[in-house]
Structure formats: structure tokens, C-alpha cells
């Protein structure tokens, strides 16, 4: 699910090729892109006859708060005809180590029908390709195969999925009547690269991603202020914990694009100095996230789980 993906530093062709080895099909919604975008060659030059692209036009003002993003994501579920459904966003990656795995889960749990869907674990990738971020305010684990159930639903603006029983195709923001999955963990993980884009095309990123979530009036209210005007600021990536492992061999032709180390900081204050600050960046969380990573060797604190673990 895309719009203005590759315009917008998506890697949304690698993260396609990632996990082509292990599905039958693959369903892709594109939204109403501007001209100068080229997402769809960037998927047809894929080459692979499993790829289905369905054209959409989005309708922000119908589905506000980020809920065309859930939308969107049901539009391509309700078209997929398999027994358990892959969902990746357009900057996720599936390391090709963890595929065969992957496989054996799926088959080892066909028959387990208390099993609602697979957990992944996270790597969200910050600045460049070397540091993450893993602080509380990030999620650690999200559900990224479900089955295929008519009544199971993405949810709020596409993180996650819930059931949803008699759904109007409207609220995806529902919490009332609407269940967690029960899950098991997958054993693999997600390489989340939604973070890593020149600083200038961050900025327009976030524009557009306000947009979606806040609206039209508030955004331009915004852009008025100057507040997209800037170059965002990851801060200093040398506080941040970093990755020392490899990357899914899909995304070397991409990550071979950073040229904009010179724009980055490895020193000086470890919050960002951007006008419209990160969650993460507020004292309050500054200090709860030292407090786990320190003291409670990585115990998250009221941490959210939209999903009911089981052990398989």
C-alpha cells in the first residue's frame, strides 16, 4: 500500500522482492500518485508475474486520522486469496535469512486454528543505516501475517490488525467490539527503514504524513509557521544504540544511495532540534527510556501489546 512511495524515499520495490520467495501472490495498492512518481515502474520492473497492482483513489476527508491507511490496507487483504496473508509496508524488509523460517511457521501452525496471526520483532532504523532506535517509545513487536478471516481487520492507521466482527468498512479507529489477535511469535524480524531518508525529503514525508493523520487545515496552518521549511534533525545518532549485523541483501542497491552523511550529527545534544518534536525526544520519555534500558535491563514500562501472545 503506497502513494508517492518511491518520491517519497519508500523502499517499497525492495521491500516487494524481499518476500517473493515465499508467497503464491502479491497484492499491491497503489494510490492516486503524482505525476512525477514512479513507484509503478519501479514494481513492473520487478519482472514477476506474482505482483497484482490495484489503482485506488484516496479520501482523506472519508477516512481521517490516518484511517485511509488502514483502508487502503483492507482493500488489498479483502483481494488475496491464500490462507495466511504477508503484510509488509512499503518501508519494511524481510531479512532472507529468516524466510525458510518463516516458511516452517506457517506450515507448522495451518492446522492450529487458536493461531490468529505471527509477531515480528523490530529493527527501526534512524538517520542512516548504522544506528536504531529502541527506546520506549517504539513498538518492539507487531503482527505481520494473519489469516485469512473476513472478520480480521487493519486497524487505527495500519500498524497492526484486530478482529472485527460486523465491521461498517468505516471506523477502523473502533475500539468497542473489536478483539486482539491471538498470536505466536514468528521468530523473525522486521527491518523498518522509515527513518532513513535524506533530511530535506524527511521533511516533505512528514508533511504528507501529517496531512493523513491530522488533516488538511492543521497541516497548512503548520507550513505557514515555517515548520516544514527546515531540514530534520535526527540528532546525535552516536547515542543511539547501534547496529552491528547485516542487512537483507535486497536493499545493497538502496543503501548504496546514502549521500547524506554530511547533513547528520554524531555529536552535541542527543535530542533533535527539529520544531515539532519526536515522542522520544520529550524529557518524560528521555528518562523513562534510560530507566529500562539501565535499570531494568530493558523492562518496558507500560508497554502496549495490541495482540494476545500464545506459546507455540
Request: net charge positive; with cysteine.
Amino acid at each position: 500500500m503506497g502513494r508517492n512511495a518511491h518520491k517519497l524515499y519508500y523502499p517499497m520495490r525492495h521491500s516487494i522482492e524481499s518476500i517473493l520467495p515465499v508467497v503464491d501472490e502479491f497484492v499491491v495498492v497503489l494510490g492516486d500518485s503524482d505525476q512525477d512518481d514512479t513507484t509503478r515502474k519501479e514494481i513492473l520492473g520487478i519482472g514477476s508475474d506474482k505482483i497484482r497492482i490495484i489503482d485506488t483513489v484516496w479520501d482523506i476527508e472519508k477516512y481521517p486520522r490516518g484511517m485511509e491507511h488502514a483502508h487502503q490496507t483492507d482493500i488489498a487483504k479483502a483481494a488475496c486469496t491464500g490462507d495466511w496473508l504477508f503484510y509488509l509496508q512499503s518501508d519494511e524488509v524481510i531479512h532472507e535469512k529468516h524466510l525458510p523460517l518463516i516458511r516452517e511457521r506457517c506450515e507448522a501452525l495451518y492446522g492450529d486454528r487458536e493461531i490468529e496471526g505471527l509477531l515480528f520483532r523490530y529493527r527501526h532504523f534512524w538517520g542512516d543505516y548504522n544506528h536504531v532506535q529502541d527506546t520506549h517509545c517504539w513498538y518492539r513487536n507487531e503482527i505481520r501475517i494473519i489469516r485469512n478471516d473476513p472478520d480480521i481487520h487493519s486497524w487505527q492507521s495500519a500498524q497492526s490488525f484486530r478482529r472485527i466482527p460486523d465491521f461498517d468498512g468505516l471506523s477502523y479507529r473502533r475500539i468497542e467490539q473489536t478483539f486482539k489477535l491471538k498470536v505466536a511469535d514468528s521468530g523473525a524480524e522486521v527491518f523498518h527503514y522509515g527513518w532513513v531518508r535524506p533530511p530535506e525529503v524527511m521533511t516533505r514525508k512528514i508533511k504528507a504524513f501529517s496531512m493523513n493523520h491530522r488533516g488538511r487545515t492543521l497541516v497548512e496552518t503548520q507550513d505557514r509557521q515555517g515548520l516544514f521549511r527546515v531540514r530534520f534533525d535526527y540528532g546525535n545518532l552516536s547515542k543511539l544504540t547501534r547496529f552491528t549485523g547485516t542487512h537483507p541483501k535486497v536493499m545493497e542497491p538502496w543503501i548504496a544511495q546514502f549521500d547524506w552523511r554530511d547533513e547528520l550529527r554524531y555529536s552535541g545534544p542527543a535530542a533533535t532540534r527539529n520544531p515539532v518534536k519526536n515522542k522520544h525526544d520529550r524529557l518524560k520519555y528521555r528518562i523513562l527510556s534510560w530507566i529500562e534500558k539501565y535499570l531494568l535491563f530493558g523492562l518496558r514500562l507500560g508497554e502496549f501489546h495490541n495482540y494476545v501472545r500464545v506459546r507455540r
